[in-house]
T-cell receptor, first 113, second 109 residues
Framework: NAGVTQTPKFRVLKTGQSMTLLCAQDMNHEYMYWYRQDPGMGLRLIHYSVGEGTTAKGEVPDGYNVSRLKKQNFLLGLESAAPSQTSVYFC????????????FGPGTRLTVT | AQRVTQPEKLLSVFKGAPVELKCNYSYSGSPELFWYVQYSRQRLQLLLRHISRESIKGFTADLNKGETSFHLKKPFAQEEDSAMYYCALIGFGANNLFFGTGTRLTVIP
Protein backbone atom coordinates (compact mmCIF):
# COMPACT_ATOMS: atom_id res chain seq x y z
CA ASN A 1 0.00 0.00 0.00
CA ALA A 2 1.97 2.98 -1.31
CA GLY A 3 -0.60 5.61 -0.28
CA VAL A 4 -0.15 8.81 -2.29
CA THR A 5 2.76 8.95 -4.72
CA GLN A 6 4.00 11.84 -6.83
CA THR A 7 6.10 11.89 -9.99
CA PRO A 8 8.65 13.42 -10.44
CA LYS A 9 10.32 14.28 -7.14
CA PHE A 10 12.37 17.14 -8.58
CA ARG A 11 12.27 19.10 -11.80
CA VAL A 12 13.94 22.17 -13.24
CA LEU A 13 12.16 23.99 -16.04
CA LYS A 14 12.98 27.01 -18.16
CA THR A 15 10.47 29.81 -18.43
CA GLY A 16 7.85 28.95 -21.02
CA GLN A 17 8.31 25.20 -20.88
CA SER A 18 5.45 22.90 -20.02
CA MET A 19 5.22 19.88 -17.78
CA THR A 20 2.78 17.56 -16.04
CA LEU A 21 2.96 16.40 -12.45
CA LEU A 22 1.37 13.05 -11.72
CA CYS A 23 -0.32 12.08 -8.48
CA ALA A 24 -1.51 8.55 -7.83
CA GLN A 25 -3.30 7.04 -4.84
CA ASP A 26 -4.18 3.45 -4.06
CA MET A 27 -6.62 4.08 -1.21
CA ASN A 28 -9.72 4.33 -3.41
CA HIS A 29 -10.25 7.94 -2.31
CA GLU A 30 -12.83 9.99 -4.14
CA TYR A 31 -11.31 13.39 -3.38
CA MET A 32 -7.92 14.56 -4.57
CA TYR A 33 -6.12 17.90 -4.19
CA TRP A 34 -3.14 19.83 -5.47
CA TYR A 35 -1.38 22.36 -3.22
CA ARG A 36 1.66 24.52 -3.49
CA GLN A 37 3.85 25.27 -0.50
CA ASP A 38 5.86 28.49 -0.39
CA PRO A 39 7.92 29.93 2.48
CA GLY A 40 5.77 32.12 4.70
CA MET A 41 2.63 31.29 2.72
CA GLY A 42 1.74 27.86 4.03
CA LEU A 43 -0.15 25.47 1.77
CA ARG A 44 -2.44 26.95 -0.81
CA LEU A 45 -4.97 24.93 -2.76
CA ILE A 46 -4.54 25.05 -6.53
CA HIS A 47 -7.25 22.70 -7.80
CA TYR A 48 -9.18 19.79 -6.43
CA SER A 49 -11.45 16.98 -7.58
CA VAL A 50 -14.38 15.33 -5.86
CA GLY A 51 -14.54 12.42 -8.27
CA GLU A 52 -13.44 10.96 -11.56
CA GLY A 53 -14.04 13.39 -14.39
CA THR A 54 -14.62 16.40 -12.11
CA THR A 55 -12.31 19.25 -11.16
CA ALA A 56 -12.70 22.56 -9.37
CA LYS A 57 -10.59 25.65 -8.77
CA GLY A 58 -8.95 26.31 -5.47
CA GLU A 59 -7.37 29.43 -4.07
CA VAL A 60 -4.56 29.88 -6.62
CA PRO A 61 -5.58 28.18 -9.91
CA ASP A 62 -4.12 30.61 -12.46
CA GLY A 63 -1.43 29.14 -14.67
CA TYR A 64 -2.38 25.54 -13.87
CA ASN A 65 -4.71 22.97 -15.34
CA VAL A 66 -5.76 19.59 -13.98
CA SER A 67 -7.38 16.41 -15.14
CA ARG A 68 -8.93 13.43 -13.34
CA LEU A 69 -9.48 10.83 -16.03
CA LYS A 70 -9.06 7.93 -13.63
CA LYS A 71 -10.13 7.81 -10.02
CA GLN A 72 -6.66 6.97 -8.78
CA ASN A 73 -4.81 9.67 -10.73
CA PHE A 74 -4.83 13.46 -10.60
CA LEU A 75 -2.62 15.36 -13.03
CA LEU A 76 -1.41 18.92 -12.62
CA GLY A 77 -0.23 20.71 -15.76
CA LEU A 78 1.79 23.84 -16.28
CA GLU A 79 1.34 24.99 -19.87
CA SER A 80 3.91 27.81 -19.82
CA ALA A 81 6.00 27.79 -16.68
CA ALA A 82 6.92 31.05 -14.96
CA PRO A 83 9.48 31.73 -12.21
CA SER A 84 6.56 32.51 -9.86
CA GLN A 85 5.61 28.83 -10.10
CA THR A 86 8.82 27.78 -8.40
CA SER A 87 7.49 25.92 -5.39
CA VAL A 88 6.98 22.58 -3.72
CA TYR A 89 3.82 20.89 -4.95
CA PHE A 90 1.86 18.48 -2.80
CA CYS A 91 -0.90 16.14 -3.78
CA UNK A 92 -3.40 14.81 -1.25
CA UNK A 93 -6.46 12.61 -1.17
CA UNK A 94 -9.36 11.90 1.15
CA UNK A 95 -12.64 10.06 1.50
CA UNK A 96 -15.88 11.89 0.65
CA UNK A 97 -17.16 13.97 3.49
CA UNK A 98 -13.80 13.71 5.24
CA UNK A 99 -12.03 16.51 3.45
CA UNK A 100 -10.35 17.53 6.66
CA UNK A 101 -8.46 14.25 6.94
CA UNK A 102 -6.19 14.29 3.94
CA UNK A 103 -3.35 11.96 3.06
CA PHE A 104 -0.41 13.69 1.48
CA GLY A 105 2.20 12.70 -1.06
CA PRO A 106 5.92 13.35 -0.58
CA GLY A 107 5.97 16.47 -2.73
CA THR A 108 7.56 17.63 -6.00
CA ARG A 109 10.15 20.38 -5.88
CA LEU A 110 9.88 22.48 -9.04
CA THR A 111 12.27 25.24 -10.01
CA VAL A 112 11.56 27.51 -12.95
CA THR A 113 14.54 29.50 -14.19
CA ALA B 1 -14.29 34.35 4.08
CA GLN B 2 -12.27 31.89 6.08
CA ARG B 3 -8.87 32.64 7.46
CA VAL B 4 -6.41 30.75 9.63
CA THR B 5 -3.71 32.74 11.41
CA GLN B 6 -0.60 31.31 13.00
CA PRO B 7 1.18 34.35 14.42
CA GLU B 8 4.53 32.66 15.09
CA LYS B 9 6.66 31.60 12.14
CA LEU B 10 9.36 30.24 14.43
CA LEU B 11 9.15 28.93 17.98
CA SER B 12 12.00 27.54 20.06
CA VAL B 13 11.63 25.86 23.43
CA PHE B 14 13.92 23.80 25.61
CA LYS B 15 13.38 20.08 26.04
CA GLY B 16 11.02 19.45 28.92
CA ALA B 17 9.45 22.90 28.74
CA PRO B 18 5.78 23.44 27.89
CA VAL B 19 4.97 24.42 24.35
CA GLU B 20 1.98 26.20 22.87
CA LEU B 21 1.52 26.83 19.16
CA LYS B 22 -1.10 29.44 18.52
CA CYS B 23 -3.87 29.27 15.93
CA ASN B 24 -6.71 31.71 15.43
CA TYR B 25 -9.39 31.44 12.81
CA SER B 26 -12.23 33.38 11.29
CA TYR B 27 -15.20 31.63 9.78
CA SER B 28 -18.88 32.50 9.71
CA GLY B 29 -20.21 29.14 10.76
CA SER B 30 -19.15 25.94 12.51
CA PRO B 31 -15.80 24.84 11.19
CA GLU B 32 -13.77 21.78 11.90
CA LEU B 33 -10.21 22.49 12.99
CA PHE B 34 -7.14 20.34 12.51
CA TRP B 35 -3.45 20.31 13.25
CA TYR B 36 -1.09 18.84 10.66
CA VAL B 37 2.62 18.17 11.21
CA GLN B 38 5.54 17.80 8.84
CA TYR B 39 8.68 16.25 10.30
CA SER B 40 11.99 16.69 8.53
CA ARG B 41 12.06 14.71 5.27
CA GLN B 42 8.61 13.28 5.89
CA ARG B 43 5.28 14.03 4.31
CA LEU B 44 2.63 16.19 5.89
CA GLN B 45 0.37 14.18 8.17
CA LEU B 46 -2.66 14.74 10.33
CA LEU B 47 -1.80 15.19 14.00
CA LEU B 48 -5.20 15.73 15.54
CA ARG B 49 -8.70 17.08 14.95
CA HIS B 50 -10.82 19.00 17.41
CA ILE B 51 -13.81 16.68 17.07
CA SER B 52 -11.82 13.72 18.37
CA ARG B 53 -10.81 15.51 21.58
CA GLU B 54 -7.86 13.16 21.80
CA SER B 55 -4.23 13.48 22.77
CA ILE B 56 -1.70 12.46 20.13
CA LYS B 57 2.00 12.22 21.00
CA GLY B 58 1.17 14.20 24.15
CA PHE B 59 -0.36 17.08 22.21
CA THR B 60 -3.83 18.42 22.84
CA ALA B 61 -5.83 21.22 21.28
CA ASP B 62 -9.06 22.75 22.50
CA LEU B 63 -11.41 24.65 20.27
CA ASN B 64 -12.39 27.95 21.90
CA LYS B 65 -15.28 29.32 19.90
CA GLY B 66 -15.45 32.51 21.96
CA GLU B 67 -11.85 33.40 21.18
CA THR B 68 -11.92 31.60 17.79
CA SER B 69 -8.74 29.81 18.72
CA PHE B 70 -7.39 26.28 18.44
CA HIS B 71 -4.01 26.37 20.14
CA LEU B 72 -1.84 23.25 20.23
CA LYS B 73 -0.27 22.42 23.57
CA LYS B 74 2.12 19.95 25.08
CA PRO B 75 3.25 20.06 28.71
CA PHE B 76 6.77 18.70 28.16
CA ALA B 77 8.41 19.19 24.77
CA GLN B 78 10.64 16.47 23.32
CA GLU B 79 13.37 16.79 20.71
CA GLU B 80 11.37 14.64 18.30
CA ASP B 81 8.60 17.27 18.36
CA SER B 82 10.77 19.55 16.24
CA ALA B 83 8.78 19.98 13.03
CA MET B 84 6.60 22.30 10.99
CA TYR B 85 3.06 22.57 12.33
CA TYR B 86 0.07 23.74 10.34
CA CYS B 87 -3.35 24.63 11.65
CA ALA B 88 -6.16 24.04 9.17
CA LEU B 89 -9.89 24.65 8.89
CA ILE B 90 -12.69 23.11 6.86
CA GLY B 91 -16.11 24.66 6.69
CA PHE B 92 -19.28 22.71 7.33
CA GLY B 93 -20.18 20.77 4.19
CA ALA B 94 -17.09 21.98 2.35
CA ASN B 95 -14.63 19.79 0.52
CA ASN B 96 -11.31 21.51 1.08
CA LEU B 97 -9.01 22.68 3.87
CA PHE B 98 -7.64 26.15 4.47
CA PHE B 99 -4.20 26.12 6.00
CA GLY B 100 -2.40 28.63 8.14
CA THR B 101 1.13 29.73 7.25
CA GLY B 102 2.70 27.29 9.68
CA THR B 103 4.96 27.44 12.73
CA ARG B 104 8.35 25.82 12.79
CA LEU B 105 8.96 24.39 16.24
CA THR B 106 12.50 23.70 17.40
CA VAL B 107 13.06 21.85 20.65
CA ILE B 108 16.49 22.63 22.03
CA PRO B 109 18.24 19.75 23.85
Amino acid sequence: NAGVTQTPKFRVLKTGQSMTLLCAQDMNHEYMYWYRQDPGMGLRLIHYSVGEGTTAKGEVPDGYNVSRLKKQNFLLGLESAAPSQTSVYFCASSYPGQGGEQYFGPGTRLTVT
Amino acid sequence: AQRVTQPEKLLSVFKGAPVELKCNYSYSGSPELFWYVQYSRQRLQLLLRHISRESIKGFTADLNKGETSFHLKKPFAQEEDSAMYYCALIGFGANNLFFGTGTRLTVIP
